[in-house]
């Protein structure tokens, strides 16, 4: 059984305070897998996650690191993989201490690399709703790990278009 939601924000503050809740929450080993376009709020919801987390200090998009480490409550490693030509080029990156370290790891444009992460990972996807300020953040077919958490969103944001959807 499988779950999905979408929570929409109408501004990148919301955006940090969903992310806030979800960094509160956060238990070792959690792997989150941002995709969509650029300016859609990965780095933002990012930044939330890790304020959730007790990180001090400003979290900026690791483009050009591909990787950055930040020490909350947990350590929170953040990715991006926009820049990687395929799966391959991120096997050879060596991912395991960030995947496998017992912290909590942030991919954004993980679905360059899909095949490499393990399938207890809350892939999760941004998009730009109008031209506007709005977005939508859509938790796709969540594994059971992150079942409180996102319940606990759900009620929290509760946005006119949230669905709460059974797959089995
Ligand atoms: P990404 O990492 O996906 O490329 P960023 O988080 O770096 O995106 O940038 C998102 C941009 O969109 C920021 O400039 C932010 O101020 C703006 N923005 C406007 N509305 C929102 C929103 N609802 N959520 C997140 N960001 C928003
Ligand atoms: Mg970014």
Redesign the pocket.
């Known amino acids: 059984m499988s779950f999905s939601t979408a929570i929409l924000?109408?501004?990148?503050g919301?955006?940090q305070e969903v992310g806030r809740v979800i960094g509160e929450q956060s238990q070792p080993g959690d792997i989150f897998l941002?995709t969509?376009?650029?300016?859609?709020?990965?780095?933002?919801?990012?930044q939330g996650i890790a304020s959730g987390l007790g990180v001090s200090g400003y979290v900026r998009?690791p483009t050009f690191v591909l990787a950055t480490r930040y020490q909350g409550r947990l350590t929170l490693h953040h990715m991006d993989l926009y820049r990687i030509s395929g799966a391959e080029e991120a096997w050879d990156l060596g991912l395991d201490e960030q995947l496998f370290g017992g912290g909590i790891c942030i991919v954004?444009w993980a679905e360059r690399a899909a095949e490499i992460f393990p399938p207890e990972s809350l892939w999760t996807e941004?998009d730009h709703v109008d031209s506007?300020?709005?977005?939508s953040i859509s938790f796709i077919d969540w594994p059971d790990r992150y079942r409180t958490v996102l319940e606990q969103l759900s009620t929290a944001f509760p946005s006119p278009q949230t669905s709460n959807e059974v797959n089995s």
Do not use: M, V
């Not at 924000?9 to 990148?12: C, D, E, I, K, S």
């Open positions: 924000t109408n501004g990148p919301q955006t941002l969509g376009p650029l300016g859609a709020g990965k780095t933002c919801l990012t998009s954004e941004l506007g300020d709005q977005r």
